[in-house]
């Protein structure tokens, strides 16, 4: 038997003649249809966005503002009162004042400039976090891909299977009539038939499946999918690959800037404890209207200072649980950076066995052919049964598909390994269709 494979399997063939017809040639069109309408990653933007907003209102702190004000209605005056205005008449008399008042703060204790640091890191830790939800987009993207490429070839290889299966079916079944066989013979390789049916049945549901989940990521229904570029250059060695992702891995970066900014947001606390002065400028105009309007205006400018004395403790605490923050943080730099070694460890491990393996499954492949050819050539002079056939035939089969599952393995790994260096990146994953170094 010579193997052969669809050059493209129809994927409306299976269900999905309902997807729009939109196509995705490349992994290049998948990555940037993915990154163009991803919601998900559109609301990390907006986490960005909002912390540079947070750095506009604490640089404004720094600013002076000016505020109007004013008041208007009834005083009602008692000539008779001790306390009444000698000025005045009796009965109520119409009121009305304004006043514009400036400030500008002079000394904060810090306070505002730590607070416009604290923003800033901030700022630091959402792009970063951006940069790696990219990365993880990019990354379930290209699994995504390679899925669906690898659940096409297992259906090409399943419906080969099949194809040959029944083949026998029909031999042994002639054989059978001219006495050549006995009917377990026959039985058996009916039974073959029926599993290999079951396979492909299966087969074609996983790939249903990571067909739904690759629209889900991008938009995009995979007719016609191009091969995955090679592999960008990955590190060296593991060691080397560990230095890369403490410098550079996204979710450390921002780990970082958030223990930046819980190191300002003690300083911002701190600050309280300090006095805080300022210059006020104030003009104000009152109006009162009896038999005559009485008008008087003032304008005043003074500096003005707080010395905060008792605060039940508030300040205290706020210091406090600041610090218990920056803690925090620092344990969490602590746990990514474990978690990281774990995950560039296993990736790396995992991408290695994936080369061994696939060399293994190519040298399987190669002598399983050979095997069935073999059996096929003594079954037709009567030296081998039709079961002996079967399991030659079985074994080329799953030495075929355990060399896609390798190959999709491999390809995987050496993404997550980029990934969790934090070098998954368009330009890193040669979609210009250059050649890299897979190492």
């Known amino acids: ?122 700022v630091d830790a959402a792009e970063s976090q951006y940069d790696a939800a990219v990365q993880d987009l990019i990354l379930q993207v290209i699994t995504a891909y390679v899925d669906v490429r690898s659940d096409l070839e297992t259906v090409a290889i399943r419906e080969n299977n099949v194809e040959v299966t029944g083949e026998q079916v029909r031999a042994a079944s002639d054989r059978f009539e001219v006495g050549v066989v006995t009917r377990t013979d026959v039985s058996l390789s009916q039974a073959r038939l029926e599993g290999a049916r079951a396979a492909l049945a299966g087969a074609q549901a996983t790939l249903e499946a990571d067909i739904a989940n690759y629209q889900f990521l991008t938009g995009l229904a995979p007719t016609d999918l191009a091969p995955p570029p090679p592999l960008p250059p990955l590190p060296a060695s593991l060691d080397e690959a560990v230095q890369i992702a403490l410098d550079t891995n996204p979710d450390l970066i921002a780990a970082r800037h958030s223990e930046r900014a819980a190191r300002e947001a003690i300083e911002v606390a701190r600050g309280q404890y300090k006095p805080q002065i300022s210059i006020v400028g104030t003009a104000a105009r009152q109006e009162t209207y009896n038999d005559f309007t009485q008008r008087d205006s003032s304008v005043s400018a003074v500096a003005q200072g707080t010395i905060p004395l008792l605060s039940g403790g508030l300040i205290k605490s706020q210091v406090k649980s600041a610090r218990l923050q920056r803690a925090q943080a620092q344990r969490q730099i602590d746990t990514l950076q474990r978690s990281i070694r774990a995950q560039i460890a296993q990736s790396w491990f995992t991408y290695e066995a994936s080369l061994r393996s696939i060399a293994a499954s190519e040298r399987q492949v190669e002598a399983a052919q050979i095997a069935y050819d073999g059996a096929k050539e003594e079954l037709a002079v009567g030296i081998r049964t039709t079961l002996d056939v079967l399991d030659q035939e079985q074994q080329l089969f799953e030495a075929r598909l355990a060399l896609v599952q390798a190959e999709r393995d491999s390809y995987v790994a050496a993404h997550n390994l980029l990934r969790a260096t934090g070098q998954l990146s368009p330009d890193m994953l040669l979609l210009d269709g250059l050649v890299g170094d897979s190492r």
């Not at 997807?19 to 559109?42: C, F, H, K, R, V």
């Not at 304004?98 to 500008?104: E, R």
């Open 1 to 122: 038997m010579k193997f052969h494979r669809p050059l493209a399997v129809s994927l409306f063939a299976f269900g999905l003649s309902g997807m729009p017809a939109s196509y995705a040639e490349t992994l290049s069109d998948a990555i940037d249809a993915a990154l163009a309408t991803n919601p998900g990653l559109q609301s990390q933007r907006f986490q960005t966005d909002i912390a540079l907003e947070n750095v506009e209102q604490a640089r404004s702190q720094r600013r002076p503002t000016l505020d109007l004000s004013g008041s208007a209605g009834y005083e009602y005056v008692d000539s008779n009162s001790p306390f009444a205005d000698l000025s005045g008449t009796n009965g109520d008399r119409p009121i009305a004042s304004a006043q514009l008042q400036a400030a500008m703060p002079i000394y904060t204790g810090g306070r505002i400039s730590a607070g416009i640091r604290q923003a800033r890191a901030g």
